[in-house]
Structure formats: structure tokens, C-alpha cells
Nanobody, 124 residues
Framework: QLQLVESGGGSVQAGGSLRLSCAAA????????MGWFRQTPGKEREIVAQ????????FYADSVKGRFTISRDNAKNTASLQLNTLEPADTAVYYC?????????????????WGQGTQVTVSS
């Protein structure tokens, strides 16, 4: 069982930056694929970025390529998402998740453990 807790959300103006962190508690964090998803009211949860267990493979949704960067520190049991050049369309609840598959494109079905989410609001 892996427990995930996100932090770092907040409100920023367009063009600003945020850094989201995901702290994991539980065994074998370094064996999991980690992903960041986001969801807005009335829409399905969508993949934002994914990183393999050792950080060697990453995936980004087209909408965030070049602006967001996913990373992980297996020694500290953490995963992070750096959000730069934020746009109002990035406003959502962001979720950290852990899974064991590395599939492209990633889907929510590939993930077993989820955090509670952190709100990101970008104003124009």
C-alpha cells in the first residue's frame, strides 16, 4: 500500500510558475511508475506527465510539452511537477498517482494509488 500526498498548488497569474510535490509513504516507491493527472469539473481526469520507475522515460501531454517538467527522487520518495508559463487552461485539480505499467499514452487504469489532489488556479 502506497500513500500519496500532494502539495504546492495555489493561485497564480498567467505566465507564472508553480512546483507540485508528491510525498509517498509505503514500500517500494522506486519500483512504481509515477504520474500526474489533472481534472476539471465535468471532465474526465487526464494525463499530464508520467515518469518511469528510474526516471529514464518520461511522457508529457501535448498541451504541456515544453512548459511542465516531471521528476522524481527515489531516495526521498518524492515526485515533482514543475509548471512554467502557466495558462488559464491549466486550471484544475492535480493528482499524483503510482502504478506499475509504462504505457503510452498513459491512462487512469494504469494507476493503483492516488493522492487527494491539489488545486491549481491560473488567472488571466
Amino acid at each position: 500500500q502506497l500513500q500519496l500526498v500532494e502539495s504546492g498548488g495555489g493561485s497564480v497569474q498567467a505566465g507564472g510558475s508553480l512546483r507540485l510535490s508528491c510525498a509517498a509513504a509505503g514500500p517500494a516507491f522506486s519500483k512504481y511508475t509515477m504520474g500526474w493527472f489533472r481534472q476539471t469539473p465535468g471532465k474526465e481526469r487526464e494525463i499530464v506527465a508520467q515518469i518511469s520507475y528510474n526516471g529514464g522515460d518520461t511522457f508529457y501531454a501535448d498541451s504541456v510539452k515544453g512548459r511542465f517538467t516531471i521528476s522524481r527522487d527515489n531516495a526521498k520518495n518524492t515526485a515533482s511537477l514543475q509548471l512554467n508559463t502557466l495558462e488559464p487552461a491549466d486550471t484544475a485539480v492535480y493528482y499524483c498517482a503510482a502504478g506499475s505499467r509504462l504505457r503510452y499514452p498513459p491512462t487512469t487504469e494504469d494507476y493503483y494509488y492516488w493522492g487527494q489532489g491539489t488545486q491549481v488556479t491560473v488567472s488571466s
